[in-house]
């Protein structure tokens, strides 16, 4: 349904643009008035007048209830998600176990929680918040 309200709302917008650029500026009636040739239009003496501004009217009412239309739709969603296989940073992750060795004496093969250090330094602050003036 919003694909096919976009498409109406684009060739509404095209032809507001022409209809637009169609009609004549407020000046062009006083050449006619001394006998230019612009008074022999495809519409009439008059006709080209109220017929474009009748269209003006039309199309710019069929382009705001589009764009009404399109706003409420954007606002209105469902509350899908389109990131519905990405996992959530919040979600607990298990480790694997380790897995013990077979071989004896093999250095290589030990499992990463005996290869770290059974003691680590604490950061040092510093000293910039030792309480004292």
Do not use: R, W
């Given at each position: 349904?919003?694909?096919?309200?976009?498409?109406v709302h684009?060739i509404?917008?095209?032809?507001?643009?022409?209809i637009?650029l169609?009609?004549?500026?407020?000046?062009?009636?006083?050449?006619a008035?001394f006998g230019?040739?612009?008074?022999?239009?495809?519409?009439?003496?008059?006709?080209?007048?109220?017929?474009?501004?009748?269209?003006?009217?039309?199309?710019?009412?069929?382009?705001?209830?589009?764009s009404l239309?399109?706003?409420?739709?954007s606002?209105?969603?469902?509350?899908?998600?389109?990131?519905?296989?990405?996992?959530?940073p919040?979600a607990?992750?298990?480790?694997?176990?380790?897995?013990e060795?077979?071989?004896?004496?093999?250095?290589s093969?030990?499992?990463?929680?005996?290869?770290?250090?059974?003691?680590?330094?604490?950061?040092?602050?510093?000293?910039?918040?030792?309480g004292?003036?």
């Amino acid at each position: 349904m919003s694909v096919l309200l976009i498409i109406v709302h684009v060739i509404v917008c095209i032809a507001l643009i022409m209809i637009v650029l169609l009609q004549t500026g407020k000046g062009a009636d006083m050449g006619a008035a001394f006998g230019g040739g612009s008074s022999q239009t495809l519409f009439g003496n008059t006709g080209a007048s109220t017929f474009l501004s009748k269209a003006t009217t039309v199309a710019a009412v069929v382009f705001m209830i589009t764009s009404l239309t399109l706003a409420y739709l954007s606002t209105n969603t469902s509350g899908k998600s389109i990131m519905t296989h990405v996992q959530s940073p919040t979600a607990p992750v298990t480790a694997a176990p380790a897995s013990e060795s077979t071989g004896a004496g093999n250095a290589s093969q030990t499992s990463p929680a005996a290869a770290a250090p059974s003691s680590q330094a604490a950061p040092s602050t510093g000293g910039a918040n030792t309480g004292t003036k």
